[in-house]
């Protein structure tokens, strides 16, 4: 089992085998990033992830050659502008949103005839073999659908969106339909240029809050889980594994996510209520793997450097050897001491070594 790699390390654990240690995972804002390479002393960003332990990961994703867009513009016609928040910028979808395209449209009709939707054929897919090229070792990602954010934050607004779900179920049907399918396409193109080489695909939908679900298990059941059971579907059949994401308290749907068939859940953010560890791994650790569960909204950004490293402990023992992969809940914030970070990875090297 010693010296796997990164690329072994994970599949081992997706398989429910012991590999020669934890699997880890590294997400964090650039700012934080670049303090962090700071205090290390690191060059670039590869050499980080060495210092740090985490594994080789690499995403592929073609090139867009569509219309030219406006500086904060989207593909989909939104319009952003970037926030600074103190500590950096938010830009995209993470900016405020000044436009949503769709926002003033009442029916499907109307949108059909005012409103062109993204072509799959607005992106470039031939330089994917040369992205993997050299990193056939590493956790590659391609490949990926999170429409209903796509939806709410840039097409329709956050209010309007969850309108919809409830008087206007023919509008979120037709353009879920229609996003799905650029997803789904663009997708398979990446696989057909590389087959066998994607690791992981993600299947995301944010559906949860600190305490409940953001949607009813009837709306997500009608207007997610087709769709996502089709991309599911895809993806297994070109022998990658889905990583489904989804934060805060999706306790309740996860049933129904596990027999759509995902392998991985990400984030595991066990302070919301009903994701407690424990019953996470009684109760799905036979069939999928826990991805994240290192707190961020207490403990790597406000906690100390032994309560960083008791979570780390926690989660191995937790969540099960063979069934976790360790990573942030969250992307890791500018206000995170980088003492926490480092210690959460030197524990798990440690504390992870099988």
Known sequence: MKGMTSRERWLAVIRHEVPDRLPMAYSATPEFTEKLMRHLGCGDEQALMDRLGVDKQWGVWPKYVGPPLAKGETVFGARFDEIDYGLGVYTDIDGKCTYNPLAKYKTVGEIEANYTWPSPDWWD???????VEGKEDWVIT???????????????GPEQAFVDLIENPEIVHHCLGKMYEL??????????????????TYVAEDMGTQQSLLYSPGQIREFFLPHMKRMIDLAHQAGAYVMHHSDGAVRAVLPDMVEAGIDILDPIQWRAKG???EGLRRDFGERIVFHGAMDNQYTLAFGSEGEVRQEVRDNI???????YILAPCHMIQPVSPVENI???????????EY
């Open 275 to 277: 994701m407690e560890r």
């Open 317 to 323: 023992e937790k969540l099960g050897r063979e069934s």
């Open 125 to 131: 897919y031939s330089d994917i073999r040369a992205q």
């Open 342 to 352: 480092i210690a959460m990875y030197d524990e798990a090297r440690q504390y992870g």
């Open 142 to 156: 391609g490949g990926a659908s999170e429409p209903f954010m796509d939806y709410k934050e840039q097409l329709r």
């Open 183 to 200: 997803c789904y396409e663009q997708t398979r193109r990446i696989y057909e240029q590389v087959p066998g080489k994607i690791m992981i």
